[in-house]
Nanobody, 123 residues
Framework: VQLQASGGGLVQPGGSLRLSCTAS????????VAWFRQAPGKEREGVSG????????PYAASVKGRFTMSRDRAKSTLCLQINSLKSEDTAVYCC?????????????????WGNGTLVTVSS
């Protein structure tokens, strides 16, 4: 099992990107998937996820209203649309199999993520 994020790049503040998560060796819809990011010198931060049992897509407070997670069933892909980007969103973004808690958002038990995709927000 291997999950891989893609779609990152350099974008100006206020811009948008669409990140994708694909899986090899498994079907994305068969487990919960979390998106997390890691910026240099900072702790890993969960940003969103999709919970397998009910399709809930909770978000961290830092990205709520700007990030939207969706599933493209035709492409067997999970997408994270990120809008109104800020410099503090600069990080490597990864998708991983894991546990997604919706009531008080958190993700844990993460596994099987790949190298991630770098998002750089800069003017």
């Amino acid at each position: 099992v291997q999950l891989q994020a893609s779609g990152g790049g350099l974008v100006q503040p206020g811009g948008s990107l669409r990140l994708s998560c694909t899986a090899s060796g498994s079907t994305l819809s068969s487990y919960s998937v979390a998106w997390f990011r890691q910026a240099p010198g900072k702790e890993r931060e969960g940003v969103s996820g999709i919970r397998r049992r009910d399709g809930a897509t909770p978000y961290a407070a830092s990205v709520k209203g700007r990030f939207t997670m969706s599933r493209d069933r035709a492409k067997s892909t999970l997408c994270l649309q990120i809008n109104s980007l800020k410099s503090e969103d600069t990080a490597v973004y990864c998708c991983a199999k894991g546990v997604v808690e919706a009531g008080s958002f958190s993700v844990y038990g993460l596994d099987y993520w790949g190298n991630g995709t770098l998002v750089t927000v800069s003017s």
